[in-house]
C-alpha cells in the first residue's frame, strides 16, 4: 500500500525533522511531500541539506518562509512584517547558498496525489490560491467555501497554522498536517501519514538536546525559538483564540 508522509512548517528545527524522518523510515513511507516553511528557523541550512539527501522521494510545495527569504535573496525582503520577522529572513537568507535558492525556486505551489481510498488529494501551504491564509479548526464554514468548493480534488492537506485538524468544508475534506519544527499545543513533532486514511502522527523528542543544539547556532531569536517552539510552545487554546480574534 502506498504510504505518503506530510510533513509541514519545520521551520529550521533540524532536531524535531531527524525525529520524523526516523520515524517515517520505520513505518516504510514511499513518498514525502514538504508542505512548505522548511526555512525560517535557527538550522533552516541543515534542514534543507537534510531533505535534499533523503533517500525517500520527496515532493517540496512552497511556503510563505520560502517566498520571503527567496525575495530577501534576490533584491531585498520589501514586505511588513515586524522588525524581529525581518531580522530572521535576512539572517536565513544569509545561511543559504545559490543551490539553495536555485532549489526553492523550483518548487511549486501545490502537487497532488491520488490515494487509493481516498481519491485526489491537493496538498497546498495554506489555502491553493494563497500562501498566507489562516485558518483553522475554528474558522466558519461559510467563510471557507468560496475557497475551498472549486478546488479539483477529493481532499486538501494544508499547514500554515501549525495546528492539525480533519474538517469538512462543503464537499471537502481539509486536513492540516500539523507543524513539525514549531507546534502550538504538547511539545514534539506534528505530521501526517496517509495510506488508506488520515493518520495524525506526534513525535516526542529529546527537547534538551534539541535546546543545545539552538542556542549553539547564530540565529537572532535562538533563545526564544528554544523556549516557545521547543520547551514551552503555546497551547493550542491560546492559539486559536488568536487566530479567531485576528479574523
Known amino acids: 500500500m502506498m504510504k505518503v508522509a506530510a510533513v509541514y512548517d519545520i521551520h529550521g528545527n533540524l532536531p ?10 520505520a513505518l516504510e513511507v514511499n513518498q514525502i511531500v514538504v508542505g512548505g516553511d522548511v526555512v525560517l528557523g535557527p538550522m533552516s541550512r541543515e534542514c534543507l541539506d537534510r531533505l535534499l539527501s533523503c533517500k525517500i522521494p520527496i515532493q517540496f510545495i512552497k511556503g510563505n518562509c520560502e517566498i520571503a527569504v527567496l525575495e530577501e535573496m ?14 530572521d529572513i ?15 525556486l523550483n518548487w511549486p505551489m501545490t502537487v497532488t496525489f491520488r490515494m487509493n481510498g481516498l481519491g485526489k488529494i491537493l496538498f497546498c501551504h495554506a489555502t491553493p490560491e494563497n500562501e ?33 485538524f480533519d474538517r469538512r468544508i462543503g ?12 507546534p502550538f499545543g504538547k511539545p514534539g513533532a506534528y505530521w501526517l501519514l496517509i495510506d488508506s486514511d488520515i493518520n495524525f502522527r506526534h513525535v516526542v523528542y529529546n527537547a534538551r538536546q534539541a535546546v543545545t543544539r539552538v542556542r549553539n547556532t547564530t540565529y537572532p531569536h535562538a533563545e526564544q525559538f528554544a523556549e ?11 492559539m486559536l483564540k488568536l487566530f479567531s480574534n485576528a479574523q
Open 74 to 87: 534576490d533584491k531585498g525582503y520589501q514586505g511588513s512584517l515586524p522588525q524581529s520577522v525581518v531580522e
Open 171 to 182: 464537499t471537502k475534506r481539509v486536513i492540516n498536517a500539523g507543524s513539525v519544527g514549531m
Open 90 to 104: 535576512r539572517w536565513t537568507a544569509r545561511q543559504l547558498l545559490p543551490r539553495h535558492q536555485k532549489e526553492m
Open 132 to 164: 498566507n491564509e489562516n485558518f483553522t479548526k475554528l474558522t466558519p464554514e461559510e467563510k471557507l467555501l468560496p475557497i475551498f468548493s472549486d478546488v479539483n480534488a477529493e481532499a486538501v492537506v494544508c499547514g500554515h497554522t501549525h495546528m492539525q
Open 228 to 238: 516557545g517552539s521547543i520547551l514551552n510552545p503555546p497551547s493550542e487554546e491560546s
Open 16 to 25: 524535531a525533522l531527524e525525529a520524523v524522518l526516523e520515524e517515517i523510515d
